[in-house]
């Protein structure tokens, strides 16, 4: 079974700072996708970023990137200069091959969240 | 390109009421998703559906079902209705099946209140 871990309940960080949100992972597969998800208090889930088990560079989108450490099994994700809007429950999921079962993927599997507030 | 919709967006109901809800994927997309989102138990994955069949389902009893249509629309269903199956329900869409970059699309969840 899959299991995701994010340590940080809440955070609380400066304006124009960066952040780095924590996520590590536990699977046996060795193919697997990891996701980030920014979820407003609005409740609507929010595409950030992807990483793929065999992806050597880490991935970048504008201000998201992501810091794997594939040995480590974590994923953590980066915000630079981050921004009031930023604001919002953020989590961390995983999704892996069912290679040995017909194909396809399993669900998500998401860890319980970090809520980022950014203050002024 | 419009993003996944679901209706209703609230929805209170009383133990042991049944509850459908509905789903309608980003065009062009085939698979579509369901998860549950509590304050204790966090996202959980209930079941995928592609192509009208189920091909991944969680650890949820079987009062949970869904279905998906020939235009990949989805509808989930719950019976009898238990006062722990208050929640957000969330429905995500994609292309395919795979495990790789193929990004799940959320919509804005129907939030279930049952009384």
Not at chain 1, 89 to 112: E, H, P, Q
Request: net charge positive; charged share 15%; glycine share 10%.
């Amino acid at each position: 079974a899959q299991k995701i871990t994010q340590t940080q309940p809440g955070m609380f960080v400066q304006e124009k700072e960066a952040v780095t949100l924590d996520c590590t992972y536990d699977t046996s597969d060795q193919s697997y996708g990891l996701f980030w998800y920014k979820q407003p208090s609005s409740g609507e889930m929010i595409f950030l970023i992807y990483q793929g088990s065999y992806d050597e560079q880490n991935a970048t989108e504008g201000r998201y990137s992501l810091n794997f450490q594939k040995a480590r099994k974590s994923a953590n994700l980066v915000i630079s200069a981050s921004q009031l809007g930023d604001s919002a429950m953020y989590f961390c999921a995983m999704r892996v091959s069912r290679s040995n079962s017909g194909g396809g993927a399993d669900g998500l599997t998401f860890g319980k969240g970090t809520h980022l507030i950014i203050q002024p | 390109k419009a993003g996944v919709t679901q209706t209703p967006r609230y929805l209170i109901k009383t133990r042991g009421q049944q509850v459908t809800l509905s789903c309608s994927p980003i065009s062009g997309h085939r698979s579509v998703s369901w998860y549950q989102q509590t304050p204790g138990q966090g996202l959980q994955f209930l079941f995928e559906y592609f192509s009208e069949t189920q091909r991944n389902k969680g650890n949820f009893p079987g009062r949970f079902s869904g279905r998906q249509f020939s235009n990949s629309r989805s509808e989930m269903n719950v019976s009898t209705l238990e006062l722990g199956d208050s929640a957000l329900y969330l429905c995500a869409s994609r292309h395919g099946t795979s495990y790789g970059p193929d990004t799940q699309y959320f919509g804005p969840g129907t939030r279930l209140t049952v009384l």
